[in-house]
């Protein structure tokens, strides 16, 4: 018998959801990344973290636990709220995901998806409202068409609450699994 899981990464709930209903519609378990016991376990481990200043969270946390990622079927999907089709963005993250974790782990993700997130703007923790409007406040004034797929989704999110969740996304993790 084959040990599969669904992990997330969240803070404000949007990975959380994501995961819920995945393991709704594959009736795989869905945990936080806190309460992963033995990640060695698992046959195949999705993993679903909200971005935050680019890096996943609660990957490497997860992932720096692993013994041997040869026998195991890893998927990741990042939520964020830039862009999940444009080039530079899905390069810059998947960057920064490599720096997250192992070389050899990096390489056995079979497949890293992009999806969009949620952000209410009121909800947010000090730290995080008082970096995204640091943020917008350097782009808030420059050329549209010399904004990056983060500038446009700052710009747009900046002081609202916005929700680009789409659950349809997860037919492709179902596909690739």
Do not use: C, W
Request: charged share 25%.
């Amino acid at each position: 018998m084959t040990m599969d899981i669904i992990i997330y990464g969240t803070h404000y709930g949007t990975a959380q959801r994501y995961a819920q209903e995945l393991s709704k519609r594959t009736k795989i378990e869905a945990i936080s990344f806190e309460n992963v016991q033995d990640i060695n376990t698992y046959d195949k481990i999705i993993y679903i973290g909200s971005l935050y200043a680019g890096n996943v969270l609660g990957l490497s946390k997860t992932f720096k636990k692993m013994k041997d990622a040869s026998h195991t079927t890893m998927i990741l999907v990042t939520i964020g709220l830039s862009d999940p089709f444009d080039d530079q963005n899905i390069s810059e993250i998947e960057k920064n995901i490599s720096h997250q974790i192992s070389k050899e782990i990096f390489q056995s993700i079979r497949t890293i998806f992009h999806f969009r997130g949620a952000m209410d703007y009121r909800k947010l923790s000090f730290g995080h409202r008082a970096m995204i409007k640091l943020l917008y406040s350097a782009i808030k004034n420059k050329p549209e068409d010399t904004l990056t797929a983060v500038d446009r989704a700052i710009k747009e999110a900046y002081n609202k609450n916005v929700d680009f969740t789409n659950f349809q996304e997860l037919e492709k993790i179902i596909r690739e699994m």
